[in-house]
């Protein structure tokens, strides 16, 4: 079993930055990319951005280019989410997610369906 587990959430006024850290524990497993998503009261699950192990390529949704910066370790299926100028629309709950790892075959990486684990979420509440 593979336990994904996201800190760092909170309460920030607009303009703002947080850290959110995610980290997997449990069976040992090499995604080939992780990535957050996020969720806000009453609406559908959305993609923030995720990261390719091979090549370090990261992708972004429209809406945070410029202000959010994923980074991670794909030794330690380890991601972090570096957000700065926030915005209560950016209040969420932001979910962490892998891919099942093993062999990659193409998968659209902005999708919930290309991933396999995901964790709780933390709370993230931005204040004007």
């Known amino acids: 079993q593979v336990h994904l587990v996201e800190s760092g959430g909170g309460w920030v006024q607009a303009g703002g930055s947080l850290r959110l850290s995610c980290a997997a524990s449990?069976?040992?497993?090499?995604?080939?990319?992780m990535g957050w998503f996020r969720q806000a009261p009453g609406k559908e699950r959305e993609f923030v951005g995720a990261?390719?192990?091979?090549?370090?390529?990261?992708y972004y949704a429209e809406f945070v280019k410029g202000r959010f910066t994923i980074s991670g370790d794909g030794a330690r299926n380890a991601v972090y989410l570096q957000m700065s100028s926030l915005k209560p629309e950016d209040t969420a709950i932001y979910y962490c997610?892998?891919?099942?790892?093993?062999?990659?075959?193409?998968?659209?990486?902005?999708?919930?369906?290309?991933?396999?684990?995901w964790g709780q979420g933390t709370q993230v509440t931005v204040s004007l």
């Open positions: 997610a892998a891919d099942l790892g093993g062999r990659y075959t193409y998968t659209p990486i902005s999708t919930t369906e290309s991933y396999r684990y």
């Open positions: 449990g069976r040992t497993f090499s995604s080939n990319f």
């Open positions: 990261i390719m192990w091979s090549g370090g390529n990261t």
